[in-house]
């Protein structure tokens, strides 16, 4: 009550890796400002070193070579092996997150030791886990029964 707010900053963190890390010329993006937040977790350090260092790698081949079409590979390099990551989880986000009622859904099937593997071995390794097939089978399963209201939250 008896403080005074000097100054307020803050923007929005964009969500999803943005279409473009680089201007073209001499500049490219990493971390937060290149949008590299995963969706629904929030989780960004791990995203932001690896966006970093590949910023310093394409600026690294931009001095070798002296062309500015290399600060592209930064954004293309971190897609191929994350972008999947990305995708689902952002698809995960616009599904579960959407509603009060979706989020509470969501955190009952996460009750599910199935769901708990996969997510940790998921978040643990930054690539979705291929392990399991009926696993993910029966997740599927219950995402569409509580996407339909068939199941109990």
């Known amino acids: ?42 989780e960004g350090i791990y995203y932001a070193m690896l966006g970093g260092r590949l910023a310093a790698e394409a600026a690294h081949e ?11 590979l930064a954004r293309k390099r971190f897609m191929k ?21 979706r989020r509470e859904s969501f955190v009952k099937m996460c009750e599910d030791k199935d769901v708990q593997k996969l997510t940790f071995d998921s978040y643990m390794n930054k690539k979705l886990e291929r392990k399991k097939p009926m696993a993910h089978v029966k997740i599927f399963l219950k995402d569409m029964a509580h996407l339909m209201g068939m199941a109990k939250t």
């Open 81 to 101: 092996d994350h972008g999947m990551v990305f995708m689902v989880l952002g698809i995960m986000q616009y599904f579960w997150y959407s509603t009060d009622k």
């Open 62 to 72: 931009l001095l070798v070579s002296g062309n500015p079409k290399v600060l592209k």
């Open 1 to 42: 009550q008896h403080a005074t707010v000097l100054r307020r900053e803050g923007a929005p963190l964009p969500m999803k890796p943005l279409p473009r890390w680089d201007n073209g010329l001499d500049v490219v993006l990493a971390g937060d400002a290149a949008g590299v937040v995963a969706p629904a977790s929030g």
